[in-house]
């Protein structure tokens, strides 16, 4: 379980910020322990302010909500740049489903933490292809901290770390539950790629 660093309280020193990210597949808890740093914090009395994507309407239009249906109150904005006017004065910055931003957050979340704002982000490291996902390899690449977590593969019961979709669809972004998504293992996820696209999977393996 990922334990707050422990930072000077004196209202005499600057504060200092930096950046987490919490990624995984689908159905992993990537909301979840967001949703669990975020409500520590306000138990803390520190200023919070969550964001989303606007598109993100699954659960709910205004709050962020798990897969348990757990949730807290969030704005929705349709850019990462937004984010820099509404977050002015908060001690603590949640931002959900961030692989739907473009890659403009990766410097957003950089001056909100430069100027003393702990950052938090969550959001899928992978797509339906297993390619990286929109500003998230950038954006673990200048967090001080990385949380990778995991769901449980439906085929075998192993760790899964891929978002295996079941939904006939091939558009990057396409919200959805366990009606368009299963959480796979790597061997779970190629079997089911190769039964797809047997041409693509092959030509992945020689690289």
Known sequence: MFIEPRVGTSRDLPRRGWIEVVCGS???????????RLNRAKIARQRVEIFKPALDKRYHELDVVSHNANSIRSTPVALAQEILLLASGCDVVGIDEAQ?????????????????????????????????????????????????????????????????????????????????YEARCRPCFLEGMKEKNPESVRAAAKH
């Open 26 to 36: 689908m159905f992993s808890g990537k909301t979840e322990e967001l949703i669990r």
């Open 100 to 180: 739907f931003f473009d890659e403009s957050l990766v410097e957003v979340c950089s001056q909100l933490a430069n100027r003393g704002t702990r950052v938090i982000v969550a959001g899928l490291d992978m797509d339906y292809t297993g390619k990286p996902f929109g500003p998230m390899p950038a954006l673990m690449a200048v967090a001080e901290f990385v949380t990778k977590v995991h769901a449980v593969c439906v085929c075998c019961g192993e760790l899964a770390a891929y978002s295996f979709r079941i939904a006939a669809s091939e558009d990057k972004i396409l919200l959805g539950e366990t009606d368009s």
